[in-house]
């Protein structure tokens, strides 16, 4: 079974209208950490958040916000106003505090393209 | 800071033939790992280390072979190339922090194709 699962393939947005990737994980532990990426079409990627289990509140960075909800099992990213430097591939990954080496559990990845 | 760096960036290779890559961290992080990325499928976990001269197998590690004989260095091998090993290599390192699992910081990747 997925661990995390981020069910929007693709995502195109016309720039300056917000948008939210979505994130759904699966986890038996009560003490894991969530984190999203971005992979820009240069190809690196790039770390942009992360969250414990313990901390449910919502996180705000610049245009940039993400929701946390437990009861839900989703983590899911806003952007608001999008901007063309905004497309780009988003991962959301699930590390489980109990599993050896900080194996982090990779979802299928969101495409966002921002049309200027 | 050069944080995580892989050479070689990209490579062609013809089935059969052998390969190494070179992962090197100067984070001085104890944890580190290799990934393939393919279209529609994320990244796969192949082999991760959790310390000098440990290695581990992970989701995806048929066909490879690493190795951690310094802290700093992960060296992902392929022994005998095949096409379904056409993909896109990252390696990524964290930090240990008891109680607190750290980001992982990944390099550029490798872009490797195999004829």
């Known amino acids: 079974a997925q661990k995390v699962t981020q069910a929007q393939t693709e995502i195109s947005v016309v720039e300056k209208e917000d948008v939210t990737l979505d994130c759904v994980y699966e986890?038996?532990?009560?003490?894991?950490?969530l984190f999203w990426y971005k992979q820009p079409p240069s190809g690196e990627l790039v770390f942009l958040i992360r969250?414990?289990?313990?901390?449910?509140q919502n996180e705000i960075s610049g245009r940039y916000s993400w929701n946390f909800q437990k009861s839900t099992s989703s983590f899911n990213f806003t952007i608001t106003a999008s901007q063309v430097v905004d497309s780009a591939v988003y991962f959301c990954?699930?590390?489980?505090?109990?599993?050896?080496?900080?194996?982090?559990?990779f979802g299928t990845g969101t495409s966002l393209t921002v049309i200027p | 800071n050069a944080g995580v760096t892989q050479t070689p960036k990209f490579r062609v290779l013809k089935t059969g033939q052998s390969m190494t890559l070179l992962c090197a961290q100067d984070?001085?992080?104890?944890?580190m790992y290799w990934y393939r990325q393919d279209p529609g499928m994320g990244l796969r976990l192949i082999h991760y280390?959790?310390?000098?001269?440990?290695?581990a197998k992970g989701e995806v590690p048929d066909g490879y072979n690493v190795s951690r004989l310094k802290k700093q260095n992960f060296l992902l091998g392929l022994e005998s190339a095949a096409p379904s090993q056409t993909s896109v290599y990252f390696c990524?390192?964290?930090?240990?922090?008891?109680?607190?699992?750290?980001?992982?910081?990944f390099g550029d990747g490798t872009r490797l194709s195999i004829l």
């Open positions: 990524a390192s964290s930090a240990l922090q008891s109680g607190s699992n750290q980001p992982q910081h």
């Open positions: 986890t038996r532990d009560t003490t894991y950490y």
């Open positions: 969250r414990n289990s313990f901390d449910e």
């Open positions: 990954a699930l590390s489980e505090e109990l599993n050896t080496g900080n194996q982090f559990y």
């Open positions: 984070m001085n992080h104890e944890y």
């Open positions: 280390s959790v310390g000098e001269g440990t290695t």
